[in-house]
């Protein structure tokens, strides 16, 4: 079983920054990507973006595509997702995820943090 933990969302005005944390623990071992998603109130999930544990390669939806950095700090075993240039229509709840294998459902998920962003 793999726990996750996440951080750092908050409020914050159109164009501004916020980074998001996801802590990982319990059987980090059989981690293969993690990914971040989110949920915007009436919307479905969405992918956002996810990473290669071991080899970092990262991927990302169009809609945040060079605003969105996602990186991962193996030894803490902690997720980022650095969002620059924030807009209005990435108020969501942002989700972290883990699966123990490429290609398949994400198994485990964290709560949940909230990030709005004003206008």
């Known amino acids: 079983q793999v726990q996750l933990v996440e951080s750092g969302g908050g409020l914050v005005q159109a164009g501004g920054s916020l980074r998001l944390s996801c802590v990982a623990s319990?059987?980090?071992?059989?981690?293969?990507?993690m990914g971040w998603f989110r949920q915007a109130p009436g919307k479905e999930r969405e992918f956002v973006s996810s990473i290669i544990w071991s080899g970092g390669n990262t991927y990302y939806a169009d809609s945040v595509k060079g605003r969105f950095t996602a990186s991962r700090d193996n030894a803490k075993n902690t997720l980022y997702l650095q969002m620059n240039s924030l807009k209005p229509e990435d108020t969501a709840v942002y989700y972290c995820?883990?699966?123990?294998?490429?290609?398949?459902?994400?198994?485990?998920w964290g709560q949940g943090t909230q990030v709005t962003v004003s206008s």
């Open positions: 319990g059987s980090t071992f059989s981690i293969n990507s």
């Open positions: 995820a883990a699966r123990a294998r490429a290609y398949t459902d994400y198994n485990y």
